[in-house]
């Protein structure tokens, strides 16, 4: 890959999703914003090598695309009023003009969450405009395979073609926060820990997500897992200073040095929290990650508080993920194998198939039960399955150590997190 297109490659993952999104406010149609955009940038990896890269990328590209709109309704002799107008609108419209929703991006994801779509295909689109995520990871993202996620976004862009695709009025927010919540926690998430590339985390991605999170809290202060949402995400986010060696690779919660987590962003997590009840899946989750949080060092975690908080987590949102979020406190806060029956389970039901989250986690409890010999093939079978290379390295590096640990006296383990 040559330096120019390393460059476009690093604007249109910064910069992709608000370009879209204020070129589908302005034409009125997601899909022809999305081809002008990829336009946009085909030309700069053609005129970026000669020309130079401009001051601002972010806005070259998007009036390149405007002008690829504008051209191609003028080509069409079928041009009507309607779209005249629109392209007037595109070559004067002013960047201040109001609109209810004061954001582009979550204009954006408003208006894709329309009511016609169903919610899988809600997320799906939305996850691969605004969150600008490959079919490929919103796939890992979703747990489902790489063809639905293609077939769900197909489906939804035909859906909404002939939609005036527009920003909802006030009244109809309600029917859609739902999906555009669990967009930005899909985000979020993704930025918090990449589910694939050579990067542990997407800092760019996780701060946009959270960025919205709070234009969200500002827009509907009255709604409960909003607040959940913004204290789950500044409360994980906290810790990002900690997460990541010099190296790049994943430092796990309890080797992480605590005096680097970001203690004004606990505290804004905490008060969002404290806005949030009554509880809901969003701000259970964020009142674990409090716990963790409020934890002197990883030693003195409240493991059995946070084994009833999933309780409580399990008992509204069911799901593998969370059981199996669930297993690990119950091995912190009963023993390593109390937790390895709850994994075993899971894994005899088939849950999380083909990932490998299952294996890793059942690694890390073998390895603090002293099985060194089993722990270490765990360890080898999750890093087979991993997509993320520093997650796959980290699990690499632990199944060699837990195959010199099976030749040599089992060394004592701390009862400390590993999540």
């Not at 009036?63 to 041009?79: P, S, Y």
């Not at 200073?241 to 804004?268: C, F, H, K, M, N």
């Not at 899971?346 to 002293?370: D, I, K, N, Q, T």
Request: aromatic share 4%; glycine share 6%.
């Amino acid at each position: 890959m040559t330096d120019v297109a390393r460059e476009v490659e690093a604007v249109w993952r910064i910069e992709g999703a608000r370009i879209v999104g204020a070129l589908a406010r302005t034409t009125g149609d997601l899909g022809l914003a999305e081809d002008v955009a990829q336009e946009a940038v085909a030309e700069a990896l053609e005129r970026w090598p000669s020309t130079g890269s401009p001051a601002n990328p972010g806005a070259w590209l998007t009036a390149v695309a405007k002008r690829r709109a504008i051209d191609g309704w003028r080509r069409r002799e079928r041009l009507d009023a309607r779209h005249r107008a629109i392209a007037r609108d595109l070559e004067e419209v002013a960047d201040d003009e109001w609109s209810p929703i004061p954001d582009d991006l979550l204009r954006l994801l408003f208006t894709a969450c329309h009511p016609v779509l169903s919610r899988e295909s809600r997320v799906a689109l939305t996850l691969r405009v605004v969150g600008g995520l490959s079919a490929e990871a919103v796939a890992r993202m979703l747990l489902v395979p790489v063809p639905t996620v293609q077939a769900r976004t197909t489906r939804a862009k035909k859906a909404l073609a002939g939609l005036p695709f527009e920003p909802p009025d006030q009244a109809e927010w309600p029917a859609r926060l739902d999906s555009v919540l669990v967009v930005v926690s899909l985000m979020f998430t993704e930025g918090y820990a990449a589910t694939s590339g050579d990067k542990w985390m997407r800092p760019e991605l996780a701060g946009e997500a959270l960025r919205l999170g709070r234009v969200l809290a500002s827009l509907a202060p009255g709604e409960p897992e909003v607040h959940g949402l913004l204290a789950l995400m500044e409360l994980q986010a906290s810790r990002f200073p900690a997460r990541r060696a010099s190296d790049g690779s994943p430092v796990l919660l309890e080797d992480q040095d605590r005096t680097r987590w970001d203690r004004a962003q606990i505290e804004r997590g905490r008060a969002a929290l404290a806005r949030a009840a009554p509880l809901g899946p969003y701000a259970l989750q964020a009142a674990i990650a409090e716990q963790h949080a409020i934890a002197p060092s990883a030693a003195r975690t409240d493991w059995r508080a946070i084994v009833r908080l999933y309780d409580r987590l399990l008992a509204i949102a069911p799901n593998a993920v969370v059981r199996l979020n669930r297993a690990v406190a119950v091995g912190m806060a009963d023993g390593p194998e109390a937790g390895l029956r709850l994994v075993e389970e899971l894994a005899a039901e088939g849950a999380l198939r083909g990932g490998h989250l299952v294996p890793a986690v059942r690694a890390e409890l073998l390895s603090r039960a002293g099985r060194s010999s089993e722990a270490g093939a765990a360890f080898a079978e999750a890093a087979e399955r991993a997509a993320n290379e520093r997650v796959r390295a980290a699990l690499l590096a632990r199944a060699a150590a837990g195959a010199v640990s099976a030749r040599a006296p089992a060394p004592r383990r701390s009862s400390s997190a590993a999540c």
